[in-house]
Nanobody, 122 residues
Framework: VQLQASGGGLVQAGGSLRLSCTAS????????MGWFRQAPGKSREFVGG????????SYQDSVKGRFTISRGNAKRTVYLQMNSLKNDDAAVYYC????????????????WGQGTLVTVSS
């Protein structure tokens, strides 16, 4: 499975951005999906995840109420809608796919995308 993340860029603080992550397989609905991020000098951290058919999601506390994860299985794509962006949200964002579950443990995930850079300006 190959994951292609896109949608990163430069945005002003308070603005919005939507990231996409498209899978190379038609069996996309078999996978739980997660979004992670890594800021310069910091460890990679869990942003949020979504179940196979979108019925449940979870988020890191710092993004709750601002970020929303959704998916379109027919398009083999998972989305991360980011609103009210803050300087602390600047990072490389990664999507990841798990056959078993989603969660904050990176070891759950079987496949990773290449990352897309989000830069937030003051």
């Amino acid at each position: 499975v190959q994951l292609q993340a896109s949608g990163g860029g430069l945005v002003q603080a308070g603005g919005s951005l939507r990231l996409s992550c498209t899978a190379s397989v038609n069996t996309f609905s078999r996978y739980f999906m997660g979004w992670f991020r890594q800021a310069p000098g910091k460890s990679r951290e869990f942003v949020g995840g979504i179940s196979r058919f979108g019925g449940s999601t979870s988020y890191q506390d710092s993004v709750k109420g601002r970020f929303t994860i959704s998916r379109g299985n027919a398009k083999r794509t998972v989305y991360l809608q980011m609103n009210s962006l803050k300087n602390d949200d600047a990072a490389v964002y990664y999507c990841a796919a798990s056959i078993s579950a989603y969660g904050s443990d990176e070891n759950l995930y079987d496949y990773w995308g290449q990352g897309t850079l989000v830069t937030v300006s003051s």
